[in-house]
């Protein structure tokens, strides 16, 4: 079963099982820069959390490297490529590489 996002009334949504689990105007996404993967997306605020959670967890365990291959972004993406990035394994990263990492240097991505 794929996840796929559609827009309602100008509006991220997305359904599991039949249930609306994100309905929001932008999407956060936590991306493993090392893999490529979406780790979780949704709602940027729960999102947010989550990374938050996952970076702290791994630099307190002394896992440095791993804590900085994570990146959260955040906005309002292209349906089809956000689509892509979380139905597709790797893709987020290929998107964040081409299209996002120049605006990390400029302070917009976390």
Do not use: C, W
Request: no cysteine.
């Amino acid at each position: 079963m794929s996840l796929e996002y559609t827009l309602e009334n100008g509006r991220y949504t997305l359904y599991h099982r039949g249930v609306r689990v994100v309905h929001s105007t932008e999407v956060g996404i936590v991306i493993d820069l090392h893999t490529g993967s979406a780790l979780k997306h949704g709602a940027p605020d729960l999102v947010q959390t989550y990374f938050d959670v996952a970076r702290k967890s791994f630099m307190d365990g002394g896992y440095i490297q791993e804590a900085n291959d994570l990146v959260f972004v955040t906005g309002q993406f292209d349906l089809e490529e956000l689509n892509k990035m979380v139905g597709i394994s790797g893709y987020a990263g290929i998107f964040y590489r081409s299209n996002l990492a120049a605006a990390k240097t400029a302070g917009s991505v976390h």
